[in-house]
Each structure stands twice: as C-alpha cells, then as structure tokens.
C-alpha cells in the first residue's frame, strides 16, 4: 500500500489569496499538489454547504483563505466567513468530522511566500491526521 496523501479542497478569494497563489507560481515557489483550489470571487460566497460537499466527496481537508480583515472586496465578506467558519467548526464533530481538518486563514495577494508556507503546513497537518473516516466509510 502507498504512503497517504490527503486531498485538500481550498477556496480562495479571487482577490487576494488566488493572486497570492498566482504569485507563488510565478515566483517558483512549490506548495503540495494534491490541493485543490477553487477561486470563489469572496470568502464570504463560500457557503458551509460547500465545506460539508467537500468533505462527504472525500475531501482529507478544506482550506479557506481570503482578504484580511478590514481589506475585503466586498466590504465584510471575509467577517461573514469568518462567523460561519466558526460555528461550521462547532457543528462538525457532530457529523463524524473533525474540526482541524478546516482551516480559515487571511493571506494578502502579495503574501505568496507565506501562501505556500501555509498550505505546507496545513498539508502536513492533515496528512498526520490521516485519512477522512468519512472517506473510509465510502469506500467501504
């Protein structure tokens, strides 16, 4: 059997974290390839039903990143993700999902060097988690 390799769903807001990533590309920098990044025009679009779709799909981890706050696009996108990030997170548990595998996080577009750090890290986080015993439970 081969060594576990998490599949890693991330939103990005078009504005900021997508042109980070843009920028770490770019700039040559490597982040892992099994995440799967979907540019949603602001964090705050990114409904809780997507993270749950992700994780039934068999998603290991769900990243959502976007403006810092204050700098939003759309005003207070990235505080409205931010208040369901937050009880999304108190309600997985009781769905079988455990919270450390979302991550939320604000990456200004020309933070690319720390775009990749971060998506390393939350990589390597996840893949000492091991697999999503929801996706065990698909297979099965």
């Given at each position: ?32 390839h099994n995440i799967r990044i979907i540019r949603v025009m602001c964090t705050g ?11 039934l799909e068999g998603a290991d981890g769900v990243l959502v990143s976007g403006c ?54 939350f990589a390597g986080q996840i893949k000492a988690l091991g697999p999503s015993q ?7």
């Amino acid at each position: 059997m081969s060594e576990f390799e998490p599949t890693i769903v991330a939103f990005f807001c078009n504005w900021c974290t997508y042109t980070a990533a843009d920028l770490a590309g770019t700039s040559r920098l490597s982040y892992p390839h099994n995440i799967r990044i979907i540019r949603v025009m602001c964090t705050g679009m990114v409904d809780p039903q997507y993270i749950i779709k992700a994780f039934l799909e068999g998603a290991d981890g769900v990243l959502v990143s976007g403006c810092r706050p204050g700098d939003c696009h759309y005003i207070n996108g990235n505080y409205k993700a931010r208040r369901r990030i937050k009880l999304l997170k108190e309600i997985l548990p009781q769905f079988g999902f455990d919270q450390q595998r979302l991550r939320l996080t604000w990456i200004g577009a020309s933070d690319g060097i720390h775009l990749a750090e971060i998506m390393r890290t939350f990589a390597g986080q996840i893949k000492a988690l091991g697999p999503s015993q929801t996706k065990l439970k698909m297979v099965i």
